[in-house]
């Protein structure tokens, strides 16, 4: 039996983690025993309140791919059969503090501008920017966020150029990066807040894999 964590850990093993933390903080409490803990972990129930969103919000967009698992690798190392079978991805949309606002699973044939779409339409939330990487340089993203009245921050492909067709956010990146370099147009807009989403992403496949 496994103690219900992020780490997955043996009973045994949470003990001495615990223990461990308890020392490097200099804390003295006693750390219930693995067999406390497995009688406990029968009848304990706990239940996380979500923290909640205040005000417009910066929604920051960004997926991975989740493997999609059938009969297992076992399987099909044994009986020849396939074990892979696909993969998906999960898109997220995610505020300033890291906490999902939105989320889209996609097959493979969906792109990350209209998945990107359908999370910034799920917000019920005000939202005052939409950060987004490359993936996202797209009409359909400048216009839903357009519609929200929220600024797109979404860096414009490599040797992208003015034009009469393109929105006129991406226009005004466009112009923004031809005056001074890539980097210097990510301090200013603060595209570094997609680092937040990636972040999520992180704590989302050591707690849950990235099997389906």
Not at 26 to 45: E, F, G
Not at 107 to 124: E, H, L, T
Not at 134 to 154: P, T
């Amino acid at each position: 039996m496994k103690f219900l964590s992020p780490y997955h850990l043996p009973l045994r093993q949470t003990e001495g983690f615990v223990a461990s933390i308890f020392d490097l903080i200099d804390l003295h409490l006693d750390i219930p025993d693995h067999t406390t803990l497995s009688r406990r972990s029968k009848i304990l129930k706990i239940k996380l309140k979500a923290k909640s969103h205040v005000g417009p919000i910066d929604l920051i967009i960004d997926s991975t791919g989740l493997s999609v698992f059938g009969e297992g690798q076992w399987a099909a190392a044994q009986h020849g059969s396939r074990g892979f079978q696909g993969w998906k991805k999960r898109h997220l949309g995610v505020d300033g503090t890291g906490i999902i606002a939105a989320q889209a699973l996609a097959g493979p044939n969906v792109g990350d501008a209209k998945a990107g779409v359908r999370v910034i339409n799920k917000v019920w939330l005000e939202v005052k920017a939409v950060v987004g990487d490359a993936a996202c340089d797209s009409r359909e993203i400048y216009e839903a966020a357009e519609e929200f009245g929220a600024r797109a921050v979404v860096p414009p492909i490599k040797n992208a150029r003015v034009s009469r067709h393109a929105p006129r956010a991406r226009n005004r990146s466009v112009k923004r990066i031809e005056q001074m370099r890539r980097l210097c147009w990510k301090r200013e807009a603060r595209y570094h807040r997609q680092g937040k989403a990636e972040n999520a992403f992180f704590r989302y496949k050591s707690m849950i894999d990235d099997r389906l």
